[in-house]
Every structure is written in structure tokens, then in C-alpha cells.
């Protein structure tokens, strides 16, 4: 092979869960597993092993040295490797730069006295040690159904501690750990609040198993002393309510840190080899590397349970002093993303910056960790309200094929597909997140409302205070008195969206002024495109048709398509006659097209199963 090319033969690495097969139907007959030093690669497996013991490593990494394997000896120009990493995407060379510097990290190798990986200056790289491949030993059918579930699903409980349930440690520490598997497709994570239904103290390991679905539980209790903590840790494989280890660990208050990525590594030690037979072992972490800065990250997760705008704002003060001491830790960046972008949203603090500081908080993150499955997640409405919801639907179409056990992924799909118009894909979606956690939250009550099906908004509003939605879906189905009733409890969170829930009470209180006055102090203001909508819904039921279509304009030019409401919507209506609605109309049908167009270019109906 020339040097710095790529041959067909390469685009197996575009999937990251299984080789691609040839057009005849045959697997390629290239290498399936390589030696080099004390390492050992199983392509198949998507296993990295040293001495026989598992190596963590991203998805994408793991495609990277997979790919430098197959070329030993060769120079691989960094444009090869971004089209053949990310052959859908832009990223930038950084992206290489920061792969390498990961595997280099797993590999204990270094740029300056390479053994494996030399970098050749403003070109690219070189796998330089002696390679031994080993091919498959015959050509096997490439089968087109899907595979069995093999995702390891696993609950860590909140931890017990002897300074009480207000102890930061109780929660944060345990969504910590299971937040740092999530990353990993071979583990499908529940979230560790789902664990609240359960009496803290007693509860059936059988029972948990049989209501939430998990193979395995971690406990784990904290003692503290001093300047030194003792955690005792057990992990319980629920339906048979043993214990498969139990483990003391005596730490330093200091070395807390180190304990997250001991016990993240002793939990794939122990679950994952031998486990997984599809290729999906591929692993991902993004490890604390500083004690202060993980203290910081997990007081700030703590905050996030109740996510009142004061906790938030405290939250994001302290991802903040996180990435300051630790610069390095992708998830803090992703979360401190979150947090300003909740900010943002509900317009705790005024003025523009914070979308922008949300912005750039999520792309530090994607520089550090390309694959974490939660700044993606997270990035994903941001990204849609930005007017972009066709690149965030093809980011996590992409994304899912390497983590196809997330269903915070497929969450995330649910709101992007939404927003391109693509109902029926929003559907399957959130059907694909709920076979993986049938207690997932997704936003799919706002699709079945676009879908005119108000009984099923009701059912999946994922909101337990509410706000919105499910007031609004009363409303629509005439029960106002009902709808009436839940606004009155509502009253102290008016503040968080005030034109959505003054208008609404005034089109209750049959007060059309009030309720004109609230929508148009909205409109010069800004606002995410789907609030817009629901905005100009209300403005053409208080027959204002005029502003009702200013605000669905501002809806359809920041990116959001709701053709199927605006068509049979009842409220909107009023609208049809208007030549301004039908121009939207047919701006937000050429859209959707577009949104489909994509959504099969990146292979949306496979993945979905919603051909």
C-alpha cells in the first residue's frame, strides 16, 4: 500500500461495533488480531489486553490504534485518518492530536523516545514496533439481524455514610462511578436516584432486578476518619441476591479520586471479559487526574439532584473552580456546559454570554473525549435551539453506532429528530431508550404532542414538578378546570418561563389582553424555537394572528419544523389562510426533506428500526 493512503480495505473502522462487510456479503479478510510488546489486540473482541489484563480505551481510540495496526510500518496522514474516523463528520486535526495522546497515555508510550507511535512532523503517524496479525481463519456470512442485548445493566445505590443522608458523598460518588461506565458500551447504566423507591436500608436485591431491570448493584458504605475515609463496596448480582465481591478500601481524603478509577477498573475486570461476544467491549473513561478538582465535581453533582435555578447557579460555580484545577476532565466541562445552558433556557441570569459559555464548555469536552455519550446527550438541545438539529440528529446517529447501549443517546435522538420534523423517528427513538431503561425520561411527550395525541403527552410528561406541557395538553382536551387546578400549584415557578405561563393562565381566565401582553413581551426576547412555537399556538387562540405569525417565523428560521402541527393543529387553525402561514408551511416541508434526507445518510432507519 502507498504510503499515507487508504484502501477499501480500511472502512471497516467507520463501525465501531462490528467489521463492514464486503458487497458479496463476506467479511474482509484482514488481520482480526494483533501482537506488539506485551499488548494484544483482538479486532473482534474490540479487546486491548497487556499481560492478558483488559486496557481501557475509547471507541475512537481503540479505531485509531486498530487502524495504525493495519498499516505498521507506514506513514498515516492525518487527513486519512480524520475520513476514515469520522468519514460523516468535520473535526479538527486537534482531534487526532488528542486520540494519539490517549493511546500514547494506554500504551505508556511517549512522543519523544516512541516505541509504538512515532509522529512525523506536519504529516501524521507511525506504528513503529514489530507487528505480529493474525487473519481470520475463513470467511463467515455477515448476518442482518440484530443482535441480542449483551449490555451489562447495572445501579450503584447511594452509599450509606455515617455523617448522614446530607453527606455530598452519598449520591455523587456512585453516579460518578456508574456515569464513568456509561461511557462504556458494554454497560447500559441506570441512574442512581432510581434507586429512591426503595427503603434505603432494606431492600430485595430480587426486587430490584424485577422493577428496574439491572443485572448487578453496587453498594457501598463510607466511614469517615478523620482525614481518611473507609469505604467497604459490594457488588450483587440481583436475581440471584448474592455477592460476587466484596471489597475495604482504606483512602486517603485526598486519594479520593484514585478510588473512582480503582473501582471503575475493578468493575469491568470482573463483568466484562468473557461477556461480551459481539465486538461492544470497546470501552471509554475519562478519569479524575487531581483530588481537589473531583472534591469540587462531586459537591457540584450533589447540587444537580434538586435542579432549582439556585442550585444550579451554585452547581455551575463549582464545574467551574473543577476546570480550573483540572482542566483535562471532560465530563466536568460537559456538565458545567449543562449547567450554563440551564441558565440560559430559563434566564436566571440575563444577557447572551451564557449560550455562548455553554458552547464553548460542550466543545472543550468533545477536544478532551470525543465519545462522552453525556456531552452529547447534553450538547443535543443546545445544539437544535441553535438552529443546527439536522447535524445534532447525524452527531448521534453517528455516536450510537459506537455506544448503542446508552439510552441517554437515543434520548438525546428523540429531541433532534423532533426538531427536524422526523416524528415517527423521534418515536422509534425513544422506543430504543426505553428497551434499554423502561424508566428513562425522554422528551417524548412533546412529539406525541405535536401528534395531536394529548393522552399520551399526558402519560410520558417526564417532568415530575412539571411546568408546561401537561397543563397545556389539559387545556387542549377542554379540561380546563383540571388544567386550572394544576396551574394554581404551579404559581411560584411562573418566573422560569413567564410568557408560556401567564399567557396560558390568562387564556384560562378568558383575560385576552393579559394574555397578548405576556406572548409580546416575549417576542423580541431571546428564546429556544420549540417555546416559539408553543407561543405562537397561543397567540393565534387568542386570534391575534398577526403576532401568532411573526412568532411561528421566528420558530421555522431558528431551525425547528412541526409541518404535521402546524397542518392539523386546531389552534393554529386560524392561520391557514394566511399566504405568510403557507410560505411557512412549505419552508419547513422543504426542510424536513432535507432532515430526511440526512437522517438516511446516516443510516437513521437501521439504526431506529424504522424503516
Known amino acids: 500500500m502507498a504510503s499515507g493512503s487508504l484502501n477499501e480495505n480500511s472502512l471497516f473502522f467507520q463501525r465501531s461495533q462490528s467489521p463492514v462487510p464486503e458487497r458479496n456479503g463476506v467479511i474482509r479478510d484482514a488481520p482480526t488480531q494483533y501482537s506488539f510488546g506485551p499488548f494484544h489486540l483482538d479486532r473482534d473482541e474490540r479487546l486491548l489486553t497487556r499481560d492478558g489484563i483488559a486496557v481501557p480505551l475509547a471507541p475512537r481510540c481503540f479505531d485509531l490504534l486498530a487502524l495504525l495496526l493495519q498499516h505498521a510500518g507506514h506513514l498515516l496522514e ?36 516512541p516505541q509504538f507511535i512515532q509522529t512525523v512532523s506536519k504529516r501524521g503517524y507511525r ?24 449490555a451489562i445493566r ?59 431491570d439491572v443485572d448487578v448493584i453496587l453498594t457501598g458504605t463510607v466511614a469517615h476518619c478523620g482525614e481518611r475515609l473507609q469505604i467497604t463496596t459490594q457488588l450483587i448480582d440481583a436475581s440471584a441476591g448474592t455477592v460476587v465481591w466484596s471489597k475495604v478500601w482504606d483512602v486517603a481524603r485526598h486519594d479520593l479520586f484514585q478510588f473512582h478509577n480503582g473501582i471503575v477498573q475493578l468493575l469491568v475486570r470482573s463483568l466484562v471479559r468473557g461477556v461480551q461476544k459481539d465486538g461492544r467491549a470497546s470501552m471509554a473513561i475519562s478519569a479524575p487526574g487531581n483530588a481537589d478538582a473531583y472534591e469540587l465535581y462531586l459537591r457540584a453533582n450533589h447540587l444537580m439532584l434538586r435542579r432549582t435555578p439556585e442550585n444550579v447557579a451554585l452547581a455551575r460555580d463549582l464545574y467551574l473552580a473543577c476546570t480550573e484545577k483540572d482542566p483535562e476532565y471532560a465530563p466536568a466541562w460537559a456538565r458545567l456546559g449543562r449547567c450554563y445552558r440551564f441558565l440560559d433556557k430559563f434566564r436566571v441570569e440575563p444577557g447572551g454570554r451564557l449560550r455562548n459559555a455553554a458552547a464553548a464548555a460542550f466543545q472543550r469536552a468533545f477536544v478532551l473525549n470525543p465519545e462522552l455519550a453525556i456531552a452529547h446527550s447534553a450538547y443535543t438541545p443546545l445544539e437544535a435551539d441553535a438552529g443546527y438539529a439536522i447535524e445534532a440528529m447525524v452527531r448521534l446517529l453517528r455516536v450510537v453506532r459506537a455506544n448503542e447501549n446508552n439510552p441517554e443517546l ?35 411527550a412533546h412529539t406525541y404532542f405535536l401528534l395531536g395525541d394529548y393522552e399520551k403527552t399526558l402519560c410520558w410528561y417526564g417532568n415530575p414538578a412539571g411546568l408546561y406541557l401537561d397543563a397545556l395538553a389539559l387545556a387542549c382536551m377542554d379540561r380546563l378546570k383540571e388544567c386550572s387546578a394544576l396551574l394554581w400549584t404551579r404559581r411560584s415557578s411562573f418566573s422560569m418561563e413567564p410568557a408560556l405561563m401567564n399567557s396560558l393562565q390568562a387564556y384560562l381566565d378568558s383575560d385576552r389582553a393579559k394574555g397578548i401582553a405576556a406572548l409580546s413581551a416575549q417576542f423580541d426576547e431571546q428564546g429556544d424555537p420549540e417555546i416559539r412555537f408553543y407561543l405562537a399556538r397561543q397567540a393565534a387562540r387568542f386570534e391575534d394572528l398577526e403576532l401568532a405569525c411573526k412568532l411561528l417565523s421566528q420558530s421555522v ?17 386560524p392561520l391557514h389562510g394566511s399566504s405568510k402561514f403557507k410560505h411557512l408551511l412549505s419552508r419547513t416541508k422543504d426542510r424536513e426533506r432535507e432532515a430526511r434526507l440526512a437522517f438516511e445518510e446516516a443510516g437513521g432507519p437501521q439504526l431506529l428500526g424504522c424503516e
Not at 129 to 144: D, E, K, L
Not at 154 to 168: C, L, M, V
Open 78 to 113: 492525518k487527513d486519512a485518518i480524520i475520513q476514515t474516523l469520522w468519514p460523516d463528520t468535520f473535526v479538527e486535526e486537534a482531534n487526532v492530536s488528542n486520540l494519539v495522546g490517549q493511546l500514547r497515555k494506554a500504551l505508556d508510550d511517549s512522543p519523544r523516545a
Open 127 to 150: 506504528f513503529v514496533a514489530p507487528v505480529q496479525g493474525v487473519a481470520p481463519a475463513r470467511t463467515t456470512p455477515v448476518s442482518t439481524e440484530k443482535s441480542e442485548r449483551t
Open 154 to 212: 447495572i445501579i450503584a445505590f447511594p452509599f450509606r455514610t455515617d455523617s448522614g443522608d446530607g453527606d455530598y458523598l452519598a449520591h455523587s460518588l456512585p453516579d460518578a462511578i456508574t456515569s464513568a461506565l456509561a461511557e462504556w458500551n458494554a454497560f447500559t447504566v441506570r441512574p442512581t436516584q432510581s434507586a429512591a423507591r426503595f427503603d434505603a436500608a432494606r431492600w430485595d436485591p430480587k426486587v430490584v432486578a424485577n422493577e428496574l
Open 410 to 444: 437515543f434520548a438525546g435522538l428523540v429531541h433532534a429528530c423532533r426538531y427536524c420534523g422526523q416524528l415517527d423517528a423521534s418515536l422509534a427513538a425513544h422506543r430504543r431508550a426505553l428497551a434499554l431503561d423502561r424508566n428513562v425520561v425522554t422528551s417524548v
Open 557 to 573: 428560521e431558528q431551525g425547528y419544523s412541526s409541518s404535521a402541527a402546524m397542518t392539523h393543529d386546531s389552534w393554529l387553525q
